[in-house]
């Protein structure tokens, strides 16, 4: 049915991308006085059967048109790497549904396919960057890289071995050794170094050694006239692991509390000092004054109960 139909692209011209994709518009209105069902059709121009998967309406193609009822088709192009370089022609064309041989010429679209963009020329300049750089680094590893020593690893070795190792190895060995307290270090032996074991260092850098001077000292705990259990409490919890408890009869001195220790209060102590603490009985009995009782050695692995330092009959 001639002029049923008016078809409209505001879009003559669609310059394709590198990616070849694009869109175009076309605004399509029923003339016909009545009702129309309208299918939407693409033709090349020339017409070219293998061009058909370049171009396509998006959603239904075919749509119902009421009287003087506009409609707006997108048309989707994605053409191929092969597709020629230069302009294409598309038309879109509207089918009478009710009358297959009824159809109305729309407007052209061109496509224009410019040339793929030249190559990007090799960059070089990356290479010659990666170049020097690999140079430089191998220059200064063979400059400076046999200048470069590890320290050696000297922990627990005397101060006379530790220095000659630290020599043999090209090393400098800095004039005063540093003292602390170590209390799983014997004393005189090297804790560690500064610089640390295993860095790499300059030749002649000067490397410090860390010597001990045994257990760190604290005052000895005052647990005079205390009870037994509770000296030795006080005495685990000051770090003492090695001491015994001494059974005396006293006169002066309630049973189960404590007379007297050696070393006596406040006496520079280790956690590794043997600590003695005299522990009453009470008074004497008759006729077994001169019985004595024998030491308990306390266990540092254990908890300590007044029941456990009840001490045998005489």
């Known amino acids: 049915m001639p002029g049923a139909f008016t078809i409209t692209t505001a879009t003559n011209t669609v310059t394709l991308g590198p990616d070849r994709?694009?869109?175009?518009?076309?605004?399509?209105?029923?003339?016909?006085?009545?009702?129309?069902?309208?299918?939407?059709l693409l033709e090349w121009q020339p017409r070219a059967t293998d061009r058909a998967?370049?171009?396509?309406?998006?959603?239904d193609g075919e749509r119902v048109f009421p009287i003087a009822g506009t409609q707006q088709y997108t048309v989707k192009f994605t053409l191929p790497p092969s597709a020629p370089v230069g302009?294409?022609?598309l038309r879109l064309d509207m089918q009478d549904v009710a009358s297959p041989d009824d159809v109305v010429q729309g407007q052209s679209v061109t496509l224009q396919v410019a040339p793929p963009p030249p190559p990007k020329p090799?960059?070089?300049?990356?290479?010659?960057?990666?170049?020097?750089?690999?140079?430089?680094?191998?220059g200064a590893y063979l400059l400076l890289g046999n200048r470069q020593v590890a320290?050696?690893?000297?922990?627990?070795?005397?101060?006379?071995?530790?220095q000659e190792l630290i020599a043999a190895a090209g090393l400098k060995v800095a004039d005063?050794?540093?003292?602390?307290?170590?209390?799983?270090?014997?004393?005189?032996?090297?804790?560690?170094?500064?610089?640390?074991q295993g860095t790499k260092q300059a030749k002649g850098t000067a490397v410090t050694l860390v010597a001990s001077n045994g257990p760190a000292s604290f005052p000895m705990p005052n647990v005079v006239g205390?009870?037994?259990?509770?000296?030795?409490?006080?005495?685990?919890q000051a770090g003492i692991v090695k001491f015994s408890l001494n059974r005396l009869y006293s006169n002066t001195v309630p049973a189960e509390q404590v007379i007297s220790t050696n070393p006596d209060a406040g006496q520079p102590v280790t956690k590794a000092s043997e600590v003695s603490v005299a522990v009453s009985v009470g008074p004497c009995p008759p006729l077994q004054c001169?019985?004595?009782?024998?030491?308990?050695?306390?266990?540092?692995?254990?908890?300590v109960t007044p029941e456990m330092l009840r001490p045998p009959s005489p």
Request: cysteine-free.
């Open 290 to 303: 001169h019985i004595k009782f024998p030491p308990v050695l306390i266990d540092p692995n254990i908890r």
């Open 226 to 236: 205390s009870a037994a259990s509770a000296a030795v409490i006080a005495l685990q």
């Open 122 to 138: 090799f960059p070089w300049w990356v290479v010659i960057v990666a170049a020097v750089i690999l140079l430089g680094g191998l």
């Open 151 to 162: 320290v050696p690893a000297v922990a627990g070795q005397s101060l006379v071995k530790a």
């Open 53 to 59: 998967a370049w171009a396509a309406v998006q959603g």
């Open 176 to 196: 005063t050794p540093k003292q602390e307290s170590s209390d799983t270090v014997a004393q005189g032996l090297v804790i560690r170094t500064e610089p640390e």
């Open 87 to 89: 302009q294409h022609i």
């Open 21 to 40: 994709q694009g869109e175009a518009t076309f605004v399509v209105t029923n003339v016909s006085g009545r009702p129309m069902q309208g299918r939407a």
